[in-house]
């Protein structure tokens, strides 16, 4: 019994038949089996029909009943193989239709578990405790973002005090130093010598008295003007 008579047949495992049908799989695996078959008598078909031509020419008219016969042979073969085309056609479609419901069922079953184990997952949980927990993290964000903001700004010490008396104090302190530094100054001494009677050539050192004493006269001069504003201004 060929494969064909098999499947059409009944030709399928005692374990399916038992079943009352086969499975996808087994379909599957039957069908493919069929394309196989097919393809190879397709095969077989195409090399007849070179052969019966290549007879045919090799005849031509100087045989033509036999040139005929061959060219006959050649038409039955080409409609055979156009039959087998059209049956590859017919299971292929229905071997891809087979494999996209067997694809259904498998992604539907596989659904089906993952609904059963969220269900299972969501037994022991309970919509108010859960708003209740999400309230507290929200609480508790708030709570720490203000403890943030609290230790983010700047530390307000000493605001408590005046500021103008502060800079009145500092400017006491740099005028008190300002005095400590003027009496620190050494002023001149007036010289002991006497002026020369003639005039002449200077001796160096005369010179330069001559030069730095009216400077220096200035400077004691704006000195006791500078402590005379300073004693008014400190009564």
């Known amino acids: 019994m060929s494969k064909i008579s098999k499947f059409f047949k009944g030709g399928g495992s005692a374990a399916s038949r038992g079943r009352g049908g086969p499975s996808p799989q087994e379909a599957l695996a039957r069908l493919r089996e069929t394309e196989e078959m097919l ?9 007849r029909i070179e052969r019966e031509l290549a007879v045919a020419r090799q005849h031509g008219t100087k045989n033509k009943r036999a040139a005929l016969q061959a060219l006959k042979r050649k038409k039955r073969y080409e409609k055979q193989l156009s039959q087998i085309d059209g049956t590859l056609s017919t299971i292929e479609f229905q071997r891809e239709a087979l494999e ?18 969220m269900k299972k997952v969501h037994e022991n949980m309970d919509l108010n405790k859960i708003d209740d927990l999400m309230q507290d ?7 720490a973002q203000e403890i943030s903001d609290a230790i983010s700004n700047r530390a307000a010490f000493g605001d408590e005090f005046d500021e103008d008396e502060l800079m009145a104090e500092l400017e006491e302190l740099e005028q008190e ?14 010289p002991s010598t ?14 330069t ?4 004493k009216p400077s220096s006269t200035r400077k004691r001069a ?11 201004w400190a009564s």
């Open 137 to 143: 993290i929200t609480e508790q964000q708030d709570v």
């Open 177 to 190: 130093e300002l005095n400590k530094g003027m009496r620190d100054v050494r002023l001149p001494s007036v």
């Open 100 to 117: 996209n419901s067997h694809t259904n069922t498998e992604v539907l079953k596989n659904m089906g578990y993952a609904a059963q184990a």
């Open 39 to 47: 393809s190879k008598k397709q095969e077989y078909l195409e090399t």
């Open 222 to 232: 704006e000195d006791e003007d500078e402590m005379k504003k300073l004693a008014a």
């Open 209 to 212: 008295f001559l030069v730095t």
């Open 194 to 207: 006497s002026l020369p009677s003639r005039p002449g050539k200077l001796p160096a050192c005369h010179f």
